[in-house]
Structure formats: C-alpha cells, structure tokens
Nanobody, 120 residues
Framework: QVQVVESGGGLVQAGGSLRLSCAAS????????MCWFRQSPGKQREFVAG???????NYADSVKGRFTISRDNAKNVVYLQMNSLKPEDTAVYYC??????????????WGQGTQVTVSS
C-alpha cells in the first residue's frame, strides 16, 4: 500500500524559508513522477510543483522563482524548498504521485499534509 508522509511545515514570517519533505513507502519510488499540491481554507487543492522521473520540473506561476522541488531516489523522498514566502502561501501542503511527466494532475491517495503558515 502506498503511503506518503509530509513534514517540515511550520510558522514563518513573510520573506522566510521552509523546506518540506515527503517520504514515500510502498512504491518503487524512482519510477514515479511526484508533485506537491496545497490547499487553503475555502479553496480547492491546487498544483504547486512537480518533478518527473528524469528530474525535469514544472511549477505553478505563483511560485516560480521562489520554490524548488527536488527528489532523492535513494531515500524515497521528495523535497520542496520554499523561499521568499508570502502570506498567500499559507496552506496545507500535500505530496503525491503525478500522473504525467509534464502535467499537473495527481494520481493516488492523499496523505495528511503539513501546515505552512506565513505571517505578515
């Protein structure tokens, strides 16, 4: 059974940084594209960043130049480095498998997520 566990969230001031981690188990991690989504209260879950099996990345326009997604196949972990955080980045962040290399759709069950709160 596939399981993902997100961690690394917290409270940070605007302009600060956080690094989120997502540990995956129950899958052959290296053969899956992976992604991060986020959900704010009252809003739909939205795509943030994705990374393919070959390491190519794609980002939502709202985070381009500020966030960086990466993966460590040896550790079955995908990361999201978030810099220059803004209050509008406040959300619960989730990771998941990504359906295609260049797309923005997730595939699989969602974990518990990790809360990121950015104060102004």
């Amino acid at each position: 059974q596939v399981q993902v566990v997100e961690s690394g969230g917290g409270l940070v001031q605007a302009g600060g940084s956080l690094r989120l981690s997502c540990a995956a188990s129950g899958i052959t991690f290296s053969i899956y594209h992976m992604c991060w989504f986020r959900q704010s209260p009252g809003k739909q879950r939205e795509f943030v960043a994705g990374i393919s099996t070959s390491g190519s990345t794609n980002y939502a326009d709202s985070v381009k130049g500020r966030f960086t997604i990466s993966r460590d196949n040896a550790k079955n972990v995908v990361y999201l480095q978030m810099n220059s955080l803004k209050p509008e980045d406040t959300a619960v962040y989730y990771c998941n498998r990504k359906l295609t290399a260049t797309g923005t759709r997730a595939s699989g069950s969602w974990g518990q997520g990790t809360q990121v709160t950015v104060s102004s």
